[in-house]
């Protein structure tokens, strides 16, 4: 491979990014755990050697900023090094996570199907739900968690379903504004067809206007996954819950553990880059089945 051949693959671009990002991410480690460190000396009226000093900020215990190695550290001796069914293992609370997460989703993304259609063919619902739908949004996700808890609870229902209401929240509104806009994307002259043959409302949906749509579903899909990731997270810091990717975020937070926060959000980092990887691998396949060109 040459050299312009390298540079222009989207791994070596990937690459590059990471590594600069890394560079960065050392830099700003030990740039902020410096003054920490200075400290300590002057305590201690320790003298150390430049290099020393720099190793020494990149290795702190309970650092304003972990070094990658650190987190890098971290992760592995929480999945690897322990056992699934361990409650200091990421794997259980990623798995936590990951059941209000999915369920969230499914919900959302029938929410939004539903919606979408019920505007396409009811003209007043778009002047008198959509501006609703889209205020809907603007509402800071922070602010609504707590009270969807506090009321959920109230009435007796408590552990996944409120995660997991959140969850359905952020993700039912990209998928109803992808599929709004798919089900419109269907050839007008296609419509008019439709019509010369009699075809029923529901006829022309299912044989026009849902094949249509397919691209703008997946596409909406895949970022309705992962807002449904920041639900469930979100979801869990209000509950005080003991497992989740929230929890260990809580945890970290309380007790001053700034390796276990970063882990935790590279996990959930993963995670989702994950979920979007799968929903893309079932739009390729669909798409495939479908005859539509990508």
Known sequence: MTINKLLKSQGAAVAA??????????????????????????RTQQTQTSGAFIEATLNQKRPVLPAPHQV????????????????????YHSGITLSSTMLGFVLGTLLGITLAAAIIHVE?????????????????????????????????????????MISTYLSFFP????????????????LDLMRTYSASTF??????????????LFTSMKVAIAASLVGAIVGELPTGAVAGLGARLLAGSYYGQTVQIWSALLSAAFLAAMLVTIVGVADKAVRRRMGIAR
């Open 72 to 91: 890098l550290v971290e992760i592995w001796n929480t999945t690897v090094e322990k056992r699934i069914t361990s409650k200091r293992s990421l794997v």
């Open 175 to 190: 998928v109803t504004v992808g599929v709004v806009k798919g089900l419109r994307s269907a050839d007008p002259m296609q």
């Open 124 to 164: 007043s619902l778009e002047r008198s739900l959509m501006p609703w739908i889209i205020t809907s949004q603007t509402i800071p996700i922070l602010a609504i968690a707590p009270m969807v808890i506090v009321v959920l609870n109230a009435i007796g229902i408590s552990g996944l379903i409120p995660k997991a």
């Open 17 to 42: 990014v990471v590594l600069i990002l890394i560079v960065i991410w050392y830099l700003g480690a030990a740039v902020l755990n410096a003054p920490f460190q200075r400290d300590q000396n002057e």
């Open 203 to 216: 006829q022309t949906f299912w044989k026009l206007r849902w094949p249509s749509s397919i691209p703008f």
